[in-house]
């Protein structure tokens, strides 16, 4: 009932769906997953410096190589980072 009701209060008229998740590495998997369907495209691009979590989806998206990637093999392919836009760039 919870999500019908958050999906009625969303705007414009098409179908919605709400998932839950119990985690912020669960949200960023599925929405890299449902990004990746709804485009056709695999690559994704995360700035620099953000955590992700520590999936192996959210460790290849974050930024830091110590202490997050440091001895876990290989990450996921088609990510990359893009420095986040400041003004002091």
């Keep these: 009932h919870l ?11 098409f179908g919605k769906k ?9 949200a960023v998997e599925n929405a890299i997953k449902i ?3 709804a485009t056709g495209r695999p690559a994704v691009i ?3 410096g953000g955590f992700h979590g520590r999936t192996f989806m959210g460790m290849a998206l974050t930024g830091k190589v110590v202490p ?3 001895g876990f093999g290989a990450m996921p392919a088609d990510v990359f980072h893009a420095p986040f836009p400041v003004a002091l760039h």
Excluded: C, D, I
């Excluded at 999500?3 to 008229?13: I, M, V």
């Excluded at 709400?18 to 669960?26: I, R």
């Design 3 to 13: 999500a019908e009701r958050l999906n009625g209060l969303l705007p414009g008229k």
């Design 18 to 26: 709400t998932v839950f998740v119990t985690t912020g590495a669960e």
């Design 35 to 37: 990004a990746r369907n």
């Design 46 to 48: 995360a700035f620099s």
């Design 68 to 70: 997050y990637k440091v």
